[in-house]
């Protein structure tokens, strides 16, 4: 089954630490991209990359950091430089060509405890 | 500033009735729309899309419908049924901006009533 994997579906982190989150696909998708979801917020961009070794800044990228060293992983670092990190996290992926949709994973429910 | 615009956070309907949500949009240069539905703790599911050479797509109870001119586009749900409650996210894209990412609105949660 093709699909976008996302794991820990649940994380926990002290301040002052990062974490690092996991997303995976196997649909041969080029782009792929990481959302922030606050409540009454929306989905927010944080960071996306359409190819490989190549990543670019969404609207909300401070204190977070992405490498795209596969075309099938684009994990998400939570640096402590992230002021409110406590927040659900989306990977999503897309054919990189107009007119398709993004799939997305199940989330990451990250706490800050 | 945003650019994708969901003005209603709720919206309560009858099961059976017709259920509308909106969407407005500020960026001329989005060719690309779509709906998303999202239960909680859970990610979005595609649910329904238009490109900006069309007014109107349809999909079996859903039909979203564009108004380019208005720069506002809407979900009709018919007729609507209690397991379409969830979160409904609008989403945009320009060919050539962000890296064709999807801009979205926050949301507008519809609870449908039996």
């Known amino acids: 089954d093709g699909g976008i994997t996302q794991s820990p579906k649940y994380l926990f982190r002290k301040e002052g630490q990062n974490v690092t989150l996991s997303c995976e696909q196997n649909?041969?998708?080029?782009?792929m991209y990481w959302y922030r979801q606050d409540p009454g917020q929306g989905l927010r961009l944080i960071y996306y990359?359409?190819?490989?070794?190549?990543?670019q800044k969404g609207d909300i990228a401070e204190g977070y950091s992405v490498s795209r060293e596969k075309k099938e992983s684009f994990p998400l670092t939570v640096t402590s430089a992230q002021k409110n990190p406590t927040a659900f996290y989306l990977c999503?992926?897309?054919?990189?060509?107009?007119?398709?949709?993004?799939?997305f994973g199940q989330g990451t429910r990250l706490t800050v405890v | 500033d945003q650019q994708v615009k969901q003005n209603s956070p709720s919206l309560s309907v009858q099961e059976g009735r017709i259920s509308i949500l909106n969407c407005d949009y500020t960026?001329?240069?989005?060719?690309?729309f779509l709906w998303y539905k999202k239960y909680p703790a859970e990610g979005p599911t595609f649910l329904i899309s238009?490109?900006?050479?069309?007014d109107k797509n349809e999909d079996g109870r859903f039909t979203v419908f564009l108004n380019k001119s208005a720069k506002h586009l809407s979900l009709h749900i018919v007729p609507s049924q209690p397991g379409d409650s969830a979160v409904y996210f609008c989403?945009?894209?320009?060919?050539?901006?962000?890296?064709?990412?999807?801009?979205f609105g926050k949301g507008t949660t519809l609870s449908v009533s039996s």
């Open positions: 999503a992926s897309r054919l990189r060509r107009a007119n398709t949709e993004a799939f």
């Open positions: 649909l041969n998708h080029d782009a």
């Open positions: 990359s359409q190819i490989v070794n190549d990543f």
């Open positions: 960026n001329s240069m989005f060719d690309y």
């Open positions: 238009i490109s900006s050479i069309k």
């Open positions: 989403a945009a894209s320009a060919r050539n901006q962000a890296g064709t990412a999807l801009i």
